[in-house]
């Protein structure tokens, strides 16, 4: 029987070539959006999979979207963390709010959506969680404090469930993308971005079909020896 496997942010950028990625390796893929229906209902007729709408940033709509998904789909033995947002700007001119809506959508998620699988993954001893962190995270960008913050708190959080998993046969890891040509990264002032490609050592940005691969790999059930681990997708610029 397939696997289920859950993409948060599925439906855009990164997350949906995940969701093809692992729909083309025969995963039954729910894809996970959270305000976008327009852009979803594109995503489901181009793509044939299943898109569900909750808000990543709010542990009960968590629990209720998972509750939902297995009730439909079966048990979710796959799950990627990688639903984000930015709200770049300098510390200094940071408010509250662009702190904490960073903070909770692309951390805080990552502890809800956890949550609601980790029960039946002990249950079934087996479980693949892989969440998506950044170079950002790992380097620290200008403008980003709040970004940074949150995608290098995905990487101990990722260090520590995987610790706990160990012994119920899920793993957790990190793959850490660079620049990546999606709406995200587009968004970027056009010089500040020339900028931040000149920086990158393989001269250009990476696609999302780049980042897939990464998950693919570490969702494998072949893949149950690797975990705590953050695998960097960033055309060399940066090694930690
Ligand atoms: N390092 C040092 N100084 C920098 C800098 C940098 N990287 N970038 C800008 N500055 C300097 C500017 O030269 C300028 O200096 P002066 O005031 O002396 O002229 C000053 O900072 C600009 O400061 P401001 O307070 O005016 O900044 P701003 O309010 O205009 O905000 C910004 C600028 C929004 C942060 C803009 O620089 C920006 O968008 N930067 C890109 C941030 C970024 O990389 N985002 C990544 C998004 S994609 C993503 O996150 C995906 C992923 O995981 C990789």
Known sequence: MARVAVVTGGTR?????IAVALSDK????????????????????????????????NFDACHEGIAQVEAEF??????VNNAGITRDTPLHKMTHQQWDD???????????MCHAVMDGMRKRGFGRIVNISSLNGQAGQFGQTNYSAAKAGILGFTKAVAQEGAAKGITCNAVAPGYTDTEMVRSVPPEVLEKLIRKIPVGRL??????????LFLVEDEAGFITGATVSVNGGQYYH
């Open 13 to 17: 950028g990164i997350g949906e070539a």
């Open 26 to 57: 025969g995963f039954k893929v729910v894809a996970n959006y959270g305000g976008n229906d327009e852009n979803a209902r594109k995503f489901t007729e181009r793509t044939g999979i299943s898109a569900h709408k909750w808000d990543v940033g």
């Open 74 to 79: 079966g048990p979710v033995d796959v799950l």
């Open 102 to 112: 960073v903070i909770r959508t692309n951390l805080s998620s990552c502890f809800y």
């Open 206 to 215: 990476c696609t999302a079909p780049e980042i897939a691969r990464a998950v």
